[in-house]
């Protein structure tokens, strides 16, 4: 008796010692538990993530674009596709038109009001916008920047969730949510019963806090051990939150399986990856359909298996009925109409500017700012001139390659920037961003050839208001001694032409009076110019004069806003703000404008460049219906390494390099090689075709453009000149006068001499001798006026 009486004394005593015990590993692993939650609470949840905007969307009628297209950048702007839009912020296409609900809002550079706009189409470009004759769209997404995870996350408060895509989750994942204090054995068990008869996992055994403590703290391991932790914490998580935020929690943090290359969390997320809609847009039958796919997302993704995701559709909405969340009559309809997928666009548009426009951020704010602090990068990219940029390039590299084998696989950039602030809205560095990451808009620096010599013809027009487009050059052999050696620059055609006015020089792009007019400037003043125009690499040599040295085409781009600027160069402009995850400004960047030549100076050299495309080096350009509003120049460096077209319409100038990486002939001219991208783009710009207004400055008159002989002129025409310049008898002209006159060099015919008449009556051999002398005084003066 008293060792049956000791062995229960020991047995109870260790029951009792074991129960404390077990009281105690408890209390401590619950301890543990809410303190890694709260530690968990106390810091971010997830890795913030960044993004980078477009500038605003601009619509305008002549612009190469389709409704597909159009629709995709308003879904990057945020709107959403329906059948009608009845909201703001909704589109609908039908056929060649489309028709917004724009929203009542504004930005930097743009704002809507609540109104609906029709916008049509026809072949491939804009007909119409109504009202207004053009709109504009708040920036688009260009690309978003997420953590080495590589998840697509948009965090939402529990309100803009709808109350059906709460219900679906519940039904499907955790019905007793609301009653359970975070496990709930019964719900475990009725899970194995009804998954068991239905022979598929239809709920989920473990409760919607229960699957956020396995997300948030856990790994996937399985065992009894990784269980019993994650009933501690997910009793942690209900002491610590409210239902409401555990229910946001949870929508915000779950897996919806992948798309576009992305991990794709949260019910947001999902909602634009597979419905191209927020959240708090989706439909019954869309919200039923995410709840349904949780428990296998990838398998039940409506993008790859839409059989598979109606049907855990039509299982969420039988459960919701079931539970009584959802009228049986109501889930009927849902279930008979068919899933319509509809993904938001991803990818990364325009991927060499948004790296470059990284790059300037984080040279700004320290490697890795955007993602860590979770930036909005706003660029001036305008995206449909983006992906017209890429297609002519593509196009244009294709028709070259055909037409010389040689040229293939040369690598080509275009950079196309608004005259009025210097916004970038198209770049394109390279062929093929996938196979080369390197920016040749911004990084690849070629020697520029021709395209030099308008800057030069801009530079001289500034200095000498007596130059005009009228003025005789010559275009004879020439020699220079320079350190110790000859140089002797040919033309691109092997000959010279002697006389010809300057406008048919620049036209024509005549080598012999480019170097002359760069002399009579200065080579050190030019240099000065060419750096004021943002070219930095300008150098003082006279070789700079035809276009030695390197720039960008960038760089180039913005010294040709000079051009259509009236005089004014802007400088080029990627980033334009960055904001913080608030969506307050940190960094703007303002327009830089600075005057680099007069209103006159600058207007007479666009209008020399008009002639290129009208009748000179560019007028290929013409094949594609480019005629007027439009002047630029061809540049073609020695051996065909390098072929550029640099040229503007009033709104834009657009720049096109061609050429190897590594550094090679490629067969191309400028007007062969860069000339058709450009065209092609400029074309499908809308862009073309406003004239450009002649100032006070600049008058018109008659002046003798094709050589004077024996007091008879060989070609009469009207020029610009200078206000106080023209000839005051134009093509009536007499050598004669000026020379009697001591060499009067205002570039006027103002003598008042009788014998003016083209028949005069003087010998021809007195007129050889007059010819003779005027041509030895000539000698002495600058050579723009000899002849005049």
């Excluded at 029951?15 to 971010?44: D, F, M, N, P």
């Excluded at 996350?153 to 019905?175: C, G, I, N, Y």
């Excluded at 855990?312 to 009228?327: F, K």
Aim: aromatic share 6%; with cysteine.
């Amino acid at each position: 008796m008293r060792l049956r009486r000791f062995i229960v004394r020991v047995t109870a005593a260790t029951a009792l010692g074991g129960a404390l015990g077990g009281s105690l590993v408890l209390g401590g692993l619950y301890r543990e538990a809410t303190v890694t939650v709260e530690e968990k609470l106390a810091g971010a949840l997830w890795d913030t993530s960044g993004e980078v905007l477009s500038g605003p969307v601009a619509i305008w009628a002549g612009l190469a674009l389709t409704p597909k297209a159009l629709g995709s950048d308003l879904e990057r702007a945020g709107y959403v596709r329906a059948a009608r839009p009845e909201r703001p912020g909704d589109y609908s296409v039908s056929g060649d038109s489309v028709l917004v609900r724009t929203r009542d809002a504004s930005g930097e550079g743009w704002r809507t009001r609540d109104q609906e706009v029709l916008i049509t189409f026809a072949d491939g470009s804009v007909s119409s916008v109504s009202p207004g004759g053009r709109i504009t769209f708040p920036p688009s997404r260009l690309a978003a920047i997420r953590g080495p995870d590589n998840e697509a996350r948009t965090p939402r408060d529990l309100d803009h969730f709808p109350k059906s895509l709460q219900d679906a989750v519940l039904a499907m994942e955790d019905d007793r949510f609301w009653d359970h204090p975070g496990v709930s054995p019964w719900g475990i068990a009725r899970a194995l019963v009804v998954n068991a008869i239905e022979g598929e996992r239809v709920q989920g055994g473990s409760t919607l806090t229960q699957q956020l403590a396995k997300n948030l703290f856990l790994t996937p391991e399985r065992s009894y051990a990784r269980k019993a932790r994650e009933a501690l914490l997910a009793f942690a998580l209900e002491q610590r939150l409210s239902k409401e935020e555990i229910l946001a929690l949870y929508l915000n943090e779950i897996y919806w399986g992948q798309a576009g290359g992305a991990a794709i969390c949260g019910a947001d997320e999902a909602a634009r990856a597979y419905f191209g809609k927020p959240a708090d847009r989706l439909s019954l039958g869309e919200a039923a359909a995410l709840g349904g796919m949780i428990s296998a997302p990838n398998a039940y993704s409506p993008l790859r298996h839409i059989e598979a995701a109606q049907k855990r559709r039509d299982l969420a909405l039988g459960r919701m009925v079931e539970v009584g969340w959802l009228d049986a009559a109501d889930a009927e309809v849902a279930s008979a109409k068919a899933l319509v997928v509809r993904p938001s666009p991803s990818g990364r548009v325009a991927p060499y500017a948004v790296d470059t426009a990284l790059e300037h951020v984080e040279a700004l704010m320290g490697e890795g700012a955007v993602l860590r602090e979770g930036l909005s990068v706003h660029t001036t990219i305008h995206p449909p001139l983006q992906r017209l940029a890429e297609r002519s390039l593509r196009e244009g590299l294709a028709a070259v390659e055909a037409a010389k084998p040689k040229a293939a696989g040369v690598q080509a950039a275009l950079v196309a920037v608004r005259v009025a602030d210097g916004a970038v809205l198209a770049m394109v560095g390279g062929r093929d961003y996938g196979a080369s990451q390197f920016n040749r808009a911004t990084l690849a620096r070629r020697q520029i050839g021709s395209t030099v010599k308008p800057l030069t013809l801009l530079a001289a027009l500034e200095a000498d208001e007596a130059l005009s487009p009228a003025t005789m050059m010559d275009d004879e052999p020439l020699e220079r001694e320079i350190a110790g050696k000859t140089w002797s620059p040919g033309n691109y055609d092997g000959r010279h032409v002697g006389e010809l006015p300057l406008r048919e020089a620049i036209t024509r792009s005549r080598n012999i009076p480019a170097v002359l007019l760069a002399e009579e400037v200065g080579m050190p003043k030019l240099m000065g110019f060419n750096k004021k125009l943002g070219l930095t690499g300008a150098t003082s040599h006279l070789s700079a004069a035809l276009g030695s040295f390197e720039a960008t085409p960038l760089e180039l781009a913005g010294a040709y806003t000079a051009f259509p600027g009236a005089g004014w160069r802007s400088e080029p402009v990627l980033l334009k703000a960055i904001r913080d995850a608030e969506g307050d400004v940190i960094e703007r960047r303002d327009k830089r404008r600075s005057r680099v030549a007069s209103e006159r100076a600058a207007y007479m050299a666009t209008d020399i460049l008009l002639s290129v495309i009208d009748e000179g080096t560019g007028a290929g350009a013409k094949r594609h219906g480019l005629r007027e509003g439009v002047g630029g120049k061809t540049g073609t460096t020695d051996s065909y390494r390098d072929a550029w077209f640099a040229g503007f319409t009033h709104d834009v100038v657009v720049v096109v390099w061609v050429g190897f990486d590594r550094v090679g002939a490629t067969g191309l001219t400028g007007a062969s090689g860069a000339l058709p991208i450009w065209a092609r783009f400029v074309a499908g710009s809308g862009l073309a075709g406003e004239g450009f207004e002649r100032p006070s400055s600049v008058v018109l008159a008659d002046a003798c453009v094709g050589g004077f002989e024996k007091g008879k002129c060989q070609e009469c025409s009207e020029e610009l000149f200078s206000e106080g310049s023209a000839p005051k008898r134009g093509c009536s002209r007499r050598l004669l006068s000026r020379k009697d006159r001591g060499g009067d060099n205002d570039g006027d015919n103002d003598g008042d001499n009788d014998n003016d008449d083209e028949n005069d009556s003087e010998s021809r051999d007195v007129w050889d001798a007059i010819e003779d002398a005027v041509k030895r005084d000539d000698k002495r003066r600058p050579f723009w006026k000899r002849g005049r």
